[in-house]
């Protein structure tokens, strides 16, 4: 891995943020309003 590139993944304090493609991390309501994922808990 090159310096340039960085992790999806980063350490605070109390808590590891991931980052999601945005096609896996939204999704649609059943009227087809688009809703973007804010927080997604792991499963």
């Known amino acids: ?3 340039d590139q960085k992790l999806p993944i980063k350490m605070l ?3 590891l ?3 999601i493609p945005t096609s ?3 999704r649609r309501s059943g009227g087809g309003i ?3 994922a804010t ?3 792991a499963k």
């Open 13 to 15: 304090n109390d808590r």
């Open 39 to 41: 927080a997604q808990v």
């Open 1 to 3: 891995m090159s310096d």
């Open 24 to 26: 896996e991390g939204e």
């Open 17 to 19: 943020l991931v980052k």
């Open 34 to 36: 688009l809703i973007p």
